[in-house]
């Protein structure tokens, strides 16, 4: 029988082979062991610079979990308060109606606050106290705490401002304080990229052959222009800016290989290395769902999404970004996995996303499905 690893490294190879996807990175710790490091297809095609394992890879919300354990981490100390309004840290922040807005409902997306201030030039968002100062002004779209809706980008100051109040050091070096260097990923895993790395980072891509548009067409929502707005897209555009790529954004522009991804995951569960990054506690409040007012398939935890079956939906944890890349811890069967790639929603509706047939090659290996 051919080890995981095997079996996945073939599984990507086709994939890319087929035309399915540019680049592919995956890795998997499984009881705390790394059991996947694999990777295929082209980081840069004008360049011809293939994936290998220290190719660095935009993974856009993905970057929400890794943000969410650095207030984790801070929680724990009692440096922050799930239940403290954000303006205990903030004083700003209270304006506009915000004053009992609370840590908790701006990382379960429950504040009332995913619409982006008005900004006019991209480069708006790579400063971060002007950002602050934009966040401050807004006005709740409704009660606090009444609806979920997904703040896709602001997420980014909602949480990393009251950190950043609280513990004296913004978000990014909190991440590497208290992540990435106890892991030994100061090298992989970043938010907000040196100059020195540049070198490494795969270039994101469109996908070559949009899909046609469903008939009748959908619904458009117009919160969603107003939480991604149009100055950021296309969205593998944005994120190629190299300006975007030092800025510190930490609900999506984080860049890292899919190991680093895997392997903070699978310290959330247990000892790497002999780090653990928070207590079995901790990671119990963090994941246990919030009652929304989303669709029943959505669930969230502290940061984090909630998935597995109906009966048992903090099964598995983590965060995924846009384009399709990947963070998730199974608890009970201790299994973490990490993807990034560098092209954007490739798969047509009637085929299996690259993602999931990767998670079901590593389980079906594993035999836990």
Not at 214 to 227: E, K, M, Q, T, Y
Not at 264 to 284: C, F, K, M, N, W
Request: hydrophobic share 40%.
């Amino acid at each position: 029988m051919k080890s995981v690893q095997n079996r996945v490294k073939d599984l990507i190879d086709q994939i890319v082979q087929r035309g399915g996807e540019q680049g592919l990175q995956v890795a998997a710790y499984y009881q705390g062991e790394l059991i996947v490091d694999a990777c295929a297809g082209l980081a840069d095609p004008a360049k011809g610079i293939a994936v290998d394992s220290r190719t660095l890879f935009p993974v856009f919300s993905t970057t929400k979990g890794i943000a969410a354990t650095a207030i984790h981490i801070l929680a724990e100390r009692g440096v922050l308060d799930y239940e403290a309004p954000i303006a205990h840290y903030w004083p700003e922040f209270a304006a506009g109606g915000k004053d009992a807005i609370t840590l908790r409902q701006a990382l379960n997306h429950t504040a009332g606050l995913p619409q982006m201030p008005d900004c006019r030039e991209p480069a708006e968002l790579n400063d971060w106290d002007h950002m602050c100062r934009l966040i401050a002004g807004l006005s709740p779209l409704w009660p606090p705490g009444t609806r979920t809706y997904y703040h896709a980008i602001t997420y980014s100051w909602l949480i990393g401002e009251p950190a950043r109040r609280a513990d004296g050091r913004d978000i990014a070096t909190i991440v590497t304080d208290e992540i990435c260097r106890p892991l030994g990923l100061e090298d992989s895993l970043f938010i907000g990229l040196p100059s020195s790395q540049d070198h490494r980072v795969a270039i994101m891509e469109p996908n070559p052959a949009p899909f046609p548009p469903p008939n009748p067409p959908p619904v458009v929502d117009p919160i969603a222009r107003l939480s991604i707005p149009p100055m950021v897209q296309p969205l593998h555009y944005w994120i190629n800016r190299r300006d975007v790529q030092r800025a510190c954004i930490p609900a999506s522009n984080g860049i890292m290989t899919a190991k680093a991804v895997a392997k903070h995951y699978a310290a959330l569960l247990g000892e790497v290395d002999g780090v653990r990054l928070i207590s079995p506690q901790t990671l119990t409040k963090a994941t246990t769902a919030t009652p929304t007012g989303e669709p029943e398939n959505v669930l969230r935890g502290l940061g984090y999404g909630l998935i597995g079956p109906a009966t048992d939906r903090s099964r598995i944890f983590g965060h995924g970004g846009a384009g399709g890349s990947i963070g998730s811890a199974d608890i009970p069967n201790q299994l973490t996995i990490g993807l990034a790639k560098n092209r954007m929603d490739t798969s047509a509706p009637e085929t299996l996303p690259a993602g999931e047939q990767i998670v079901r090659c590593i389980r079906s290996a594993l035999k836990l499905d």
